[in-house]
């Protein structure tokens, strides 16, 4: 298993060890971290499954691909050739599509292992790293950094959540600050409470300067 997970390493390391848009290697890294805290705590789920899911987590991402199908492609790719069980591999692949936010759509999780590694990643998008994540993949995109007169969207399709015109500041209020009341183990929600107060402190701050008071 330790061969398989250094490959996986490896693997994620080459293709999003470039990546300029908070889905780097340091943030799979941090997810997976993330994701065996969360297992170490619960006390429920299959490590390796957990540990795989995490590292491969945002292979398939559209918004890292040409198209969803391309990066589907890509990670069963990867899969088929470090030989695993079926049954390993369907799910693998079962708790990383369940891992999107996608517009705040509402899926029901099957297992635990899906719901610790999406617990892991939205915890990652939340707090001073997703405030960074945040700012960093909005100039990625040629967002602005703010812009007042931009309406927060809600009951976005996954086509408007993705394309839709808004600013890094509104995307707080359409997903990250949304995400402390979507975590689905108690020691996620335990740790969101501290990075969620931090973020609106960091906009009750953000106001006062960018009104040209403290």
């Given at each position: 298993?330790?061969?398989m997970?250094?490959k996986?390493?490896?693997?994620?390391?080459?293709v999003?060890?470039?990546d300029s848009?908070?889905h780097?290697?340091?943030h799979?890294?941090r997810?997976?971290?993330?994701?065996?805290h969360i297992?170490a705590?619960e006390?429920?789920?299959d490590?390796?499954?957990?540990e795989m899911?995490?590292?491969?987590?945002?292979?398939?991402?559209e918004?890292?691909?040409?198209?969803?199908?391309a990066g589907w492609?890509?990670l069963?790719?990867?899969?088929?050739?470090?030989?695993l069980e079926?049954?390993a591999v369907?799910?693998?692949?079962?708790?990383?599509?369940?891992v999107?936010?996608?517009?705040?759509?509402?899926?029901e999780?099957?297992t635990?292992?899906?719901?610790?590694?999406?617990?892991a990643?939205?915890l990652?998008?939340?707090g001073a790293?997703g405030i960074?994540?945040?700012?960093?993949?909005?100039g990625?995109?040629?967002?602005?950094?703010?812009?007042p007169?931009?309406?927060?969207?809600?009951d976005?399709?996954?086509?408007?959540?993705?394309?839709g015109?808004?600013?890094?500041?509104?995307?707080?209020?359409?997903?990250?600050?949304?995400?402390?009341?979507?975590m689905?183990?108690?020691?996620?929600?335990?740790?969101?409470?501290?990075?969620?107060?931090?973020?609106e402190?960091?906009?009750d701050?953000?106001y006062?300067?960018?009104?040209?008071?403290s």
């Open positions: 298993m330790n061969e997970i250094a996986t390493e490896a693997f994620v390391r080459d999003l060890g470039n848009s908070g780097d290697w340091h799979i890294d997810v997976r971290k993330n994701a065996l297992l705590r006390q429920e789920g490590p390796f499954i957990i899911a995490a590292l491969l987590h945002d292979i398939p991402d918004k890292l691909n040409a198209t969803e199908e492609r890509k069963d790719a990867f899969l088929n050739s470090v030989r079926n049954k369907q799910h693998i692949r079962d708790v990383i599509e369940s999107s936010f996608k517009g705040g759509r509402k899926i999780l099957a635990i292992e899906a719901k610790i590694v999406q617990d990643d939205r990652d998008a939340i790293i960074a994540r945040a700012f960093a993949f909005g990625k995109k040629g967002r602005p950094m703010y812009e007169g931009f309406t927060v969207r809600t976005m399709t996954v086509e408007e959540y993705r394309n015109t808004n600013s890094t500041v509104q995307h707080f209020y359409e997903k990250l600050l949304l995400l402390k009341d979507l689905n183990t108690q020691s996620a929600k335990q740790i969101a409470e501290a990075r969620h107060s931090f973020m402190s960091f906009l701050q953000f006062s300067e960018w009104n040209g008071h």
